[in-house]
């Protein structure tokens, strides 16, 4: 069966629990036009985290990987999500720990 959803549902408050992960800042260390990879790895960290039932510790896509091994973005320079799940759909993607994010694309790291 089909439930209406409340009209003020939100996953980062649902019976107490939060479904989110943290919001990050493509501009830190420096700037970046990374919004392709941070948009497309937040929203795949919060699926993971709904699908986890927000079991510790979140798992964190690295957006870092997006900019250096993406062939059809163009790093910090910007890109576009469908083509970012279109690279993690054929290649996979490694989480924050093992590429953290350094706001370098692949011609300069």
């Known amino acids: 069966t089909?439930?209406?959803?409340?009209?003020?549902?939100?996953?980062g408050d649902v019976n107490g629990t939060n479904y989110l992960t943290l919001q990050r800042n493509?501009?830190?260390p420096h700037?970046?036009?990374?919004s392709f990879a941070f948009s497309?790895?937040?929203?795949?960290?919060d699926r993971i985290k709904i699908l986890r039932k927000a079991?510790?510790?979140?798992v964190i896509?690295?957006?870092q990987v997006?900019?250096?091994?993406?062939?059809?973005?163009?790093?910090?320079?910007?890109?576009?999500?469908?083509?970012?799940y279109d690279w993690i759909q054929r290649n996979n993607i490694t989480d924050e720990t093992c590429s953290?994010?350094?706001?370098?694309?692949?011609?300069s790291g």
């Open 100 to 107: 953290p994010y350094q706001a370098l694309d692949s011609d």
């Open 31 to 34: 700037g970046c036009v990374a």
């Open 61 to 63: 896509l690295s957006p």
């Open 40 to 45: 497309s790895t937040s929203a795949l960290n």
């Open 26 to 28: 493509q501009n830190s």
């Open 55 to 58: 079991q510790w510790p979140d």
């Open 2 to 11: 089909t439930q209406a959803l409340e009209a003020n549902f939100w996953w």
């Open 66 to 84: 997006l900019l250096s091994c993406s062939e059809n973005n163009n790093g910090c320079k910007g890109g576009s999500p469908l083509n970012a």
